[in-house]
């Protein structure tokens, strides 16, 4: 008798002490563990924040394998899409200190330049509203994953956390708000990968929420093309919609929200020149006239090329411009005066919409060369095919292993033969100006003399007469789902 009651009181303290030491590790607001939590928090609630679709991104990147692990279709350590290693060394500290050798923290969503632009590999959805709006609310919102690498390359997930930067005016600082971070359970990504799959009829019973249907359709007109989008900014955004669209029924605002609609992008031509596609562009503009601007990037002013859109809805214009990532097209109104009566063309006016920046054919990731601590990337310098080779630190050995080892640039995903080659110990360093370094990998690039087209891709050889180890996919040519 006496015995059990002590266990209980055992139990009762043990509870006690790990409650205690939670709270003193961690100041996190709970665990976010349905959409419907995603309502009574601040993360990516208001227009240009792009939280919201930065964690339907992830919850579409992550999956279950058999085992009940959450794993990764990307590298955080390599920094694909712009995946940061985070130290918590905030004052105060956001998130719970690591105990020794148990994973590290990765950040993602800051889209402000770097130098390297591994950020711009993230879809159109999740970047687009921020080349396009001003102000200091846009890139504050955080994803933040906890991971393990089990063995090279496969990462386990334990913790995916959504967090946001101090307001840019405050006087709080600059790290992660530790009141506005929250931990997300794995059924909340499950239940937003389960969006992509059902209608929206289905919602009040599966998620016990209501949706407002004309909010939905509006959200759809936008972010349709990506499955499940609309219907998560639906339901989170359901209560304060009203209160947004109420507040911001002035011309300047409608008038944003067909812009939404515009979709501008570089793609290369089969003369290693940049192409820009327009789509989307509404009846009102054309009406007004409006052009095509090519500019070098977001920060950058002078203009490369331009064309008029000649009062098409969409269309293409190849340009003179070697493709090079950066790349930026805008859509700016056409403004006709004396200049334009003597013949010399039209001037530029004001601009309307920018696109995403050119990052390279498909946004791809690097592709794993099988057995070895390394892969292999294709993208685009000046208009000519080049390669990089992303090569882990601890593969210290690799100039041996791969001294016959070359990368084939071959003109598509068909033919056997190369048009060009490199070894790869030829391959340079990348400098760290163009890179900023990333701690576990070495990064060394090469510039062929091929130019660049759809359907080139990249191969990485083993042995002087065969052994393919990695294969990139073909330029351009990848049937695009997610991404657009
Ligand atoms: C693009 O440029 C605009 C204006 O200069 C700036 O406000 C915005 O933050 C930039 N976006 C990115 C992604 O660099
Ligand atoms: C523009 O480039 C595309 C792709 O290379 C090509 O199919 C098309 O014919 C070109 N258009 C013109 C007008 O040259
Ligand atoms: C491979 O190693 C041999 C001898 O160590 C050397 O002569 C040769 O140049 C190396 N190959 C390359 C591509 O560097």
């Known amino acids: 008798m006496l015995m059990k009651s002590t266990m209980v009181g055992r139990g009762i303290l043990g509870?006690?002490?790990?409650?205690?030491?939670?709270?003193?590790?961690?100041?996190i607001k709970g665990t976010l563990s349905s959409i419907k939590d995603l309502k009574g928090i601040e993360f990516g609630h208001t227009s240009p924040r792009h939280g919201l679709m930065l964690l339907?991104?992830?919850?579409?990147?992550?999956?279950?394998?058999?085992?009940?692990?959450?794993?990764?279709?990307?590298?955080?350590?390599?920094?694909?899409?712009?995946?940061?290693?985070?130290?918590?060394?905030?004052?105060?500290?956001?998130l719970p200190i690591l105990p020794h050798q148990r994973g590290s923290y990765y950040s993602l969503g800051n889209l402000v330049h770097n130098n390297n632009n591994d950020a711009l590999a993230l879809p159109d959805y999740v970047t687009q509203r921020f080349y396009n709006s001003r102000g200091p609310e846009s890139n504050r919102d955080r994803v933040i994953l906890r991971v393990r690498e089990e063995e090279?390359?496969?990462?386990?997930?334990?913790?995916?956390?959504?967090?946001?930067?101090?307001?840019?005016n405050g006087n709080t600082g600059t790290g992660y708000d530790p009141d506005n971070t929250h931990l997300v359970s794995f059924n909340l990504l499950t239940q937003i990968q389960r969006l992509t799959t059902i209608g929206r009829n289905d919602i009040p019973r599966?998620?016990?929420?209501?949706?407002?249907?004309?909010?939905?359709?509006?959200?759809?007109?936008?972010?349709?093309?990506?499955?499940?989008?609309?219907?998560?900014l639906a339901i989170v955004l359901s209560f304060t919609f009203r209160a947004q669209s109420c507040r911001v029924t002035?011309?300047?605002?409608?008038?944003?929200?067909?812009?939404?609609?515009?979709?501008?992008?570089?793609?290369?031509?089969?003369?290693?020149?940049?192409?820009?596609?327009?789509?989307?562009?509404?009846?009102?503009?054309?009406?007004?006239?409006?052009?095509?601007?090519?500019?070098r990037n977001n920060n950058s002013k002078s203009k490369l090329d331009r064309s008029s859109v000649g009062g098409q809805a969409s269309g293409s214009y190849n340009t003179s411009v070697p493709p090079n990532p950066g790349l930026q097209v805008r859509?700016?109104?056409?403004?006709?005066?004396?200049?334009?009566?003597?013949?010399?063309?039209?001037?530029?006016?004001?601009?309307?919409?920018?696109?995403?920046?050119?990052?390279n054919a498909n946004r791809e990731i690097p592709v794993d060369i099988i057995g070895y601590d390394a892969s292999l990337q294709l993208f685009v310098k000046d208009g000519k095919a080049c390669a990089r080779l992303y090569v882990k630190k601890?593969?210290?050995?690799?100039?041996?292993?791969?001294?016959?080892?070359?990368?084939?640039?071959?003109?598509?995903?068909?033919?056997?033969?190369?048009?060009?080659w490199q070894w790869a110990v030829k391959f340079s360093e990348e400098s760290c100006s163009d890179l900023e370094e990333i701690p576990e990998y070495d990064v060394y690039v090469y510039k062929s003399s091929m130019t660049m087209s759809p359907g080139v891709q990249a191969r990485f050889i083993l042995e002087k007469s065969g052994g393919e180890k990695a294969r990139t996919p073909p330029w351009e040519r990848l049937v695009q789902s997610q991404s657009l």
């Open 15 to 27: 509870c006690f002490i790990v409650c205690l030491s939670l709270a003193s590790v961690s100041s």
């Open 56 to 94: 339907h991104w992830l919850a579409n990147n992550i999956y279950n394998d058999n085992n009940g692990n959450m794993r990764l279709n990307f590298n955080p350590a390599r920094r694909d899409y712009g995946f940061h290693f985070y130290r918590n060394a905030d004052n105060p500290r956001p």
């Open 152 to 168: 090279s390359n496969q990462f386990i997930v334990d913790e995916v956390y959504v967090t946001q930067h101090y307001p840019r």
């Open 206 to 232: 599966i998620y016990n929420v209501e949706i407002n249907h004309n909010s939905l359709q509006e959200l759809e007109n936008i972010w349709g093309h990506t499955p499940g989008l609309a219907l998560l």
């Open 250 to 295: 002035s011309q300047s605002t409608l008038k944003h929200e067909d812009n939404a609609l515009i979709k501008l992008e570089v793609k290369t031509t089969d003369i290693g020149k940049a192409r820009i596609i327009w789509s989307g562009i509404p009846k009102r503009l054309l009406d007004q006239g409006v052009m095509v601007v090519l500019h």
């Open 331 to 359: 859509l700016c109104k056409e403004v006709n005066n004396w200049w334009t009566y003597l013949g010399f063309g039209s001037t530029i006016g004001e601009e309307i919409w920018r696109g995403s920046e050119f990052h």
């Open 394 to 420: 601890s593969f210290t050995a690799w100039k041996k292993m791969f001294n016959n080892s070359w990368v084939g640039f071959y003109s598509s995903e068909g033919t056997l033969d190369h048009k060009t």
